[in-house]
């Protein structure tokens, strides 16, 4: 038997879905950036790991975190 309840997996997959950052204004937001300074950014291929999913920009909470020295 498993020591999680269903409620548990909910809020860990939640908490998961989190640690993306959609697009330049969320990513902006994380680095100390608005959104146009991280688009610009994003475009030019400084920030390693973002990517484009779907015509827009997403990056893990934590990749950048580690990139960006916070």
Known sequence: ???YSDSDR???SAEKACDFL???DQIGQVIGRNGRQ???LLSRGEIKCAKKVGGRWMANRAALLREFGG
């Open 10 to 12: 909910l809020v860990n």
């Open 1 to 3: 038997m498993s020591d």
């Open 38 to 40: 991280a688009f610009h």
């Open 22 to 24: 959609w697009g330049a």
